[in-house]
């Protein structure tokens, strides 16, 4: 994504070699802007950023623990929980959401 090339040109990380090409960079999954010299101009992205959520649809839920669960020893294990509806795991893993 654009927003995760958008570092400040001195905490820059390089992620090339000298004298590669925009293309090249970008095939590699490195982001490239050659406008400041003396910094790289192939360099590695910001981390993307995630968040962990509890999934709302019931029939999505994939099982993070065992019959008979306590809701403070699923969270324990960093699950989540909800004792509805019946016929699914009621502890859960989250799924992550790129913001």
């Known amino acids: 994504a654009k927003c995760q090339c ?3 040109p001195r ?3 390089n992620c090339g070699y000298p004298g ?3 293309a090249e960079c970008k095939k590699i999954g490195c982001c490239f802007n050659a406008s400041i010299p003396s910094v790289p101009w192939c360099y590695s ?3 993307k950023k995630v968040r962990k959520m ?3 649809d019931p029939y999505t839920r994939i099982n993070c623990g065992h019959p008979g669960i ?3 020893e699923c ?3 960093g699950c989540c ?3 509805h509806p019946a016929g699914v795991p009621w502890c859960f893993y989250h799924r992550v959401m790129e913001e």
């Open 11 to 13: 905490e820059r990380k």
């Open 81 to 83: 929980f909800r004792a």
């Open 45 to 47: 992205p910001k981390p």
């Open 75 to 77: 969270t324990k294990k």
């Open 20 to 22: 590669i090409s925009a």
């Open 70 to 72: 306590k809701p403070r």
């Open 54 to 56: 509890c999934p709302n």
């Open 6 to 8: 958008k570092v400040v």
